[in-house]
């Protein structure tokens, strides 16, 4: 699907799951290890879940800012994602896959208008867009 291109980064990982990753213009830089139940040594550093999980939840409350601003409604600061990123072998045998998990937070917020925020940032977040159709991410607005 064609776009305009508003901002790109790049980043660059060595080493694989245990060693290092970093943006190129510098900004960004975490040591990666991989975690005892995937076979790693555990121990301090990040892991790509992590990351990952990290990211979607940024991303995830900014879509929900953007939706509500839309609706002219302006979402807590005390607003918050939590996303949870689990990793395992597929059952199909061919090779890993993610689960994702996604717990939202917005108080002051009826729970029907917070439904509809959230069905719709599900649609507008780039990171639920990426992965719809190979990941079944559930949403949970907590109460």
Known sequence: ???????????????????EAATTDGTFRIALV??????GPGGTGSNPEQLFAAGYAACFLGALKFVASQRKMKIA????????????????????????AL???LPGVDRAVAQELVDQ???????????RGSLDVRLDIAA
């Open 77 to 100: 600061d005390e607003a918050s994602v939590t996303a949870a990123v689990g990793i395992g072998p597929r059952d199909d045998g061919q090779g890993f896959g993610l689960d994702v």
């Open 34 to 39: 991989t975690p005892k139940e995937l076979g």
């Open 1 to 19: 699907m064609p776009m305009t291109i508003l901002y790109r980064t790049e980043a660059s990982a060595t080493g694989g799951r245990t060693g």
């Open 103 to 105: 717990t939202i937070e």
């Open 121 to 131: 940032a599900h649609i507008v977040c780039p990171y639920s867009h990426a992965t």
